[in-house]
């Protein structure tokens, strides 16, 4: 082994390791301490939303077992634990006087993770807007925002003194484009116009977030964290070319542009215009809100994607890629695309496809065309079909080498340049995956739904190796072997 090889597989002194989870998708326990019912409660006790009618009424039952989950995280040997705060547990109808029971369990989780020696990185919005807000409007509505606004500056008065950093919104994508364009998250709306707007008003609470918790807690360190993704070109075709730079538009420069260079891309104002009400919710001032400076961008990788003009699956098809059958959502038909996949690629039990070199392209893509802003991979993980042996283990060596590849191309982003000083494995637990409910298992601990039973998995002690000596397994050594 060369000594470069020998250089990338260690990590500089600080850099973060940690783990991550959100409130709906571990909590459980949604009517305690007078919680109020979120967009996911209604969306996933909607019959026909959520694989098995799934919901996150109980989880993984985090709430009342937390104690045993920190004790994990001490046994994993992470640095930091990201998690979020559940709106509707905080302020029950998304305004007015916060609830100090549904804070004090947030004190508990920062208390208990400072008495082992590990870093809380709130995470303010995962998805769980309270339903009331919904019913007047949701993010389409400019006042969500505000509302928004308000709830963080609760959150940072109560956990500022114990809480350094500070993540405003995660995947604004996703709830934008998932929940009001493609319909498959909650609330379930199929409107590219109402999705485009919720996009605007997501980073508009996001600047006015970064606001509230910085006047909250002056030194706090405050970023978002975005599903960035890597988006190419079935083939040299102009049409595909184009097709890839819409989707590249939707995507990443409908956040990176607004949020690092204050305006929206010429070509997705162009594309939107006439979606209502759309982009045209965009109010003088907005963009000097939402540009405000953050210290840091959080980043979500799991996948790249290939993507096709509308009009040339059989040419995809003709080049190799499998084309999906299946009708194309409202984003992609909006947008004049389908997604293919390449057959040689391997995938996870989510059909992702995995090549961690992706995540170098990513990071080193943001580092060329953004400048240099410490970045932290918010998110990285994969689910597979795990079981537990006869013995009671759970050896689940490919999401080793999906997590050490990805790993790697951290490293090699930090080589090429690009600033990255943390990796959160997603996620800590098996968990509530959405309209996927608990089919899809990404945990470094499986969770034993019926009884709540916790099973580190071999990945759980392979990264608390990887933690521990801050460094990967030589490459070429069997990545799987724990
Ligand atoms: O489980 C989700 C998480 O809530 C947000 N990012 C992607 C993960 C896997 O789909």
Known sequence: MSETDADLDRFPAGFLFGTATAAYQVEGSVHADGRGPSIWDTFSH?????????????????????????????????????????WPRVQPTGKGPASTDGLDFYRRLVDGLHARGIEPVVTLYHWDLPQPLQDAGGWPERDTAARFAEYAAIVAQ??????????????????????????????????VGLAAAAHHHLLLGHGEAVAAVRSAVPAAQIGL????????????????????????????????????????PADMLEHYRGRLPGLSVIRDGDLQVISRPIDFLGINFYSPGTVADASRAAQANAAGYCVPDEQPNPVSADLRVISVTRPAFPQTAMGWEIEPGALTELLTRVRRDYGQIPMLVTENGAAFDDYVEPEGTVRDPERIRYLDGHLRAVLQAREAGADVQGYFVWSLLDNFEWGFGYSKRFGL??????????????SFRWYARVTQEGALPPSGNDAGSA
């Not at 500022?160 to 498959?184: F, K, Q, S």
């Not at 601990?445 to 071999?458: A, Q």
């Open 46 to 86: 909607t019959p026909g939303k959520t694989r098995n009618g799934d919901t996150g009424d109980i989880a993984c039952d985090h709430f009342r077992r937390y104690d045993e989950d920190l004790d994990l995280m001490t046994e994993l040997g992470v640095g930091a634990y990201r998690f979020s705060v559940s």
């Open 158 to 191: 109560a956990l500022g003194d114990g809480v350094a950093r500070w993540i405003t919104v995660n995947e604004p994508w996703c709830a934008a484009w998932l929940g009001y364009g493609m319909g498959v998250h909650a609330p379930g709306l199929t409107d």
């Open 225 to 264: 964290s975005l599903n960035l993704g890597v988006a190419r070109p079935a083939t040299d075709d102009p049409d595909d070319v184009a097709a890839a730079l819409r989707v590249d538009g939707n995507q990443n420069r409908m956040f990176l542009d607004p949020l690092l260079r204050g305006s929206y």
């Open 445 to 458: 601990v499986w969770i034993d739904y019926p009884t709540g039973t916790r099973i580190p998995k071999e």
